[in-house]
Nanobody
Framework: QVQLVESGGRLVQAGGSLRLSCAASGGTLRLYAMAWVRQAPGKEREFVGITTWRSSNTAYADSVKGRFTITTDNAENTVYLQMNSLKPEDTAVYYC?????????????WGQGTQVTVSS
């Protein structure tokens, strides 16, 4: 069993930065790639980015490439999402996921989500 707890979401002005954290625990944690997914009001869940615990293979959605960065702290079992140059369209609930299938947008484990609101 894996538990994921996100934090760090808040209201921020356009052009600002924010760092989200995903504290992970569970004995099988290292088996899973870790992803960030977001969901805006009235929209489907959208892939943001994904990484492994080695951070050796990281991929991003085109909409965030060059602005968002995913890193891991293996000692703390934490995954971070650094978001820069934020835009109003980045407003969403951001979820941490373990074992995400990008084709189906289903994951083995999900966090509870953290709200990010970007004001114009």
């Amino acid at each position: 069993q894996v538990q994921l707890v996100e934090s760090g979401g808040r209201l921020v002005q356009a052009g600002g930065s924010l760092r989200l954290s995903c504290a992970a625990s569970g004995g099988t944690l290292r088996l899973y790639a870790m992803a960030w997914v977001r969901q805006a009001p009235g929209k489907e869940r959208e892939f943001v980015g994904i990484t492994t615990w080695r951070s050796s293979n990281t991929a991003y959605a085109d909409s965030v490439k060059g602005r968002f960065t995913i890193t891991t702290d293996n000692a703390e079992n934490t995954v971070y999402l650094q978001m820069n140059s934020l835009k109003p369209e980045d407003t969403a609930v951001y979820y941490c996921a373990a074992g995400l299938n990008r084709a189906t947008m289903r994951a083995t484990y999900w966090g509870q989500g953290t709200q990010v609101t970007v004001s114009s």
